[in-house]
C-alpha cells in the first residue's frame, strides 16, 4: 500500500503521535525550545515529507505558558484565510503529554538569516539582497500588524529561509495582541512626505575603517528577557519588559507602553545589522547596551545613502516619531530604499539571492526511518553520560550538536 507524505496530510487539527516520530537532526535549541526535524515512521517511512517539530519541555511554567500561546498565535495564522507567505503555518500539535507540549511547523532548509550574512563576504549583504530580504519581512510585519499581532521578537536568528530561497519569521512565543492603533491615518496611504535620499553606497569601502574604530564585545543575544509584567494581550499598548538586548528598543526599555512601533525599530536595527555586520548599539554590558538604545545615536560609515536614510527613520527614539508610526507598514514601502518594488509580486517576481541546496542524502542517507531516535529516546538519551569520545561516529549521531 502507498504511504502518504506526512507533512503534506497533516492539518492544524491533527494530533501528532510523538511516539511515531523520528528525529532526524536537531535543527535548533532556544531560550524555551528544542526543534528537530521529524518524520512520521508509519505514514512517512520512506521520509519524503520531513517537518520541523518544537518540542518544549513542561517543568517550567513561563516556557509551557509561551508555548501555548505561541501555538494560538500559529493557529490564528493557518486559520487566517489570506494566509501570508513570510509567515509560518501551524502544521499540527500533539496532544499535550507529561512532560512535552509539541507541534509542527513546515521545514525551512536554508537555516537562518544570521548563519547566511556570516558566509557573506565581510559578512554583511548587499544593498540587493537587503532589499529582498527586507521587503519579504516588511510583508510579514505588515500583515501580523493588520491582524493586531505586534511580533516583538525580530532579528535575524528569527527569520528562516524556505526551500524557496524565501523568508519565514519563526518564535512567536513574545508576540503580543494589541487593538489596531485608533489614529485614522494609520489606514491611509498618502505619502505626502518623501523621505528620498539619493546619495550613493560607498559601503564595503568604508565598513572596514569603521569596524576598525568600534570595540569588539561577545555576543549575547540568544536569551529573550523576562517579562516584567505578562501581558500576551490587551489594549492598544502592551507594557511587558520583552525582547533581545540589542534588539530592544527605548519604550520598552523605559516601561512607556509600547505598540506595533517596536518592531520597526527592530527592523532599523536588522537593517543596520544587516549592512555593518554588527548591531548598532551593543555595549560591553547590558546595562550600557541599553544606556546606548536610550541616550546614543546610530553611527553610520561612508557616504548618506537610501538606506542609511531608511535606518536613520526607524532608529527615531520616540516611537511616535519613528517610521511606521503614523501609517504602518506603509510608510515603510513608500520610502526610497524600496523604489521599484513590486509587493503585490514579491513571491512571484523576484528570484531569491540565495536558494538552499537540497541535501537529500541528508534526510534520507545518513539518517534513516530504521536508525531515527524516537523523541523521547533522545531526551532520555541527554540525561545519560556520554560515551567515550572512541565510541561515537558523528556522522550518525545526532547528539553531536548538544
Ligand atoms: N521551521 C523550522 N525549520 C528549520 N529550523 C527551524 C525551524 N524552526 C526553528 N528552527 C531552528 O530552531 C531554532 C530555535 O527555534 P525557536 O527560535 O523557535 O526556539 P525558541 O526556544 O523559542 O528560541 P528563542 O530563544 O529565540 O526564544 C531557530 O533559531 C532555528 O535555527
Avoid at 527592530?266 to 554590558?285: I, Q
Amino acid at each position: 500500500m502507498e504511504t502518504r507524505p506526512s507533512s503534506s496530510s497533516l492539518t492544524p487539527a491533527t494530533n501528532l503521535n510523538l511516539d511515531r516520530l523520528k528525529v532526524l537532526k536537531l535543527l535548533g535549541k532556544g531560550a524555551t525550545g528544542t526543534v528537530f526535524l521529524v518524520h512520521d515512521s508509519v505514514s512517512d517511512s520512506s521520509v519524503s515529507s520531513p517537518f520541523a517539530l518544537k518540542l518544549v519541555d513542561k517543568s517550567s511554567a513561563s516556557s509551557l505558558r509561551r508555548a501555548r500561546w505561541e501555538i494560538q498565535i500559529l493557529r490564528r495564522l493557518s486559520d487566517d484565510t489570506n494566509q501570508n507567505p513570510f509567515l509560518p503555518k501551524l502544521l499540527a500539535s500533539s496532544s499535550e503529554s507529561s512532560e512535552f507540549i509539541a507541534w509542527a511547523l513546515p521545514y525551512c532548509s536554508g537555516g537562518d538569516l544570521n548563519v547566511l550574512r556570516h558566509r557573506q563576504n565581510d559578512g554583511v549583504f548587499s544593498s540587493s539582497v537587503m532589499k529582498f530580504y527586507l521587503a519579504e519581512i516588511v510583508c510579514a510585519l505588515d500583515h501580523l500588524h493588520t491582524m493586531g499581532i505586534a511580533y516583538r521578537d525580530l532579528k535575524p536568528e528569527n527569520i528562516l529561509l524556505q526551500e524557496s530561497g524565501h523568508v519565514t519569521l519563526t518564535d512567536f512565543d513574545l508576540s503580543c495582541s494589541l487593538n489596531k492603533p485608533t489614529r485614522p491615518e494609520f489606514y491611509l496611504s498618502d505619502p505626502e512626505s518623501d523621505p528620498n535620499s539619493e546619495s550613493k553606497l560607498s559601503h564595503k569601502r568604508s565598513l572596514r575603517i569603521f569596524r576598525q574604530k568600534k570595540k569588539k564585545t561577545k555576543s549575547a543575544r540568544v536569551n529573550p528577557i523576562t517579562r516584567r509584567r505578562l501581558s500576551f494581550s490587551g489594549g492598544e499598548q502592551s507594557n511587558s519588559f520583552v525582547g533581545t538586548d540589542e534588539y530592544i528598543s527605548p519604550e520598552v526599555i523605559r516601561g512607556d507602553g509600547h505598540d506595533f512601533a517596536v518592531d520597526w525599530w527592530a527592523l532599523g536595527v536588522l537593517t543596520y545589522e544587516m549592512m555593518y555586520g554588527e548591531t548598532p548599539f551593543k555595549g560591553r554590558s547590558k546595562k550600557e547596551t541599553f544606556r546606548n538604545v536610550l541616550m546614543k545615536e546610530p553611527e553610520f560609515a561612508g557616504k548618506p545613502s537610501e538606506l542609511t536614510d531608511l535606518i536613520r527613520r526607524l532608529l527615531v527614539k520616540d516611537p511616535t516619531k519613528r517610521l511606521g508610526f503614523r501609517r504602518g507598514a506603509a510608510e515603510i514601502k513608500e520610502h526610497a530604499f524600496f523604489r521599484g518594488v513590486r509587493w503585490d509580486l514579491l513571491t512571484e517576481v523576484l528570484r531569491p539571492p540565495f536558494i538552499p541546496l537540497r541535501d537529500d542524502g541528508e534526510l534520507t542517507g545518513k539518517v534513516t526511518a530504521e536508525s531515527g531516535f524516537g523523541i523521547k529516546e533522545y531526551f532520555e538519551k541527554l540525561k545519560t553520560p556520554p560515551l567515550p569520545l572512541s565510541h561515537e561516529c558523528p556522522e550518525n549521531n545526532p547528539f553531536v550538536d548538544f
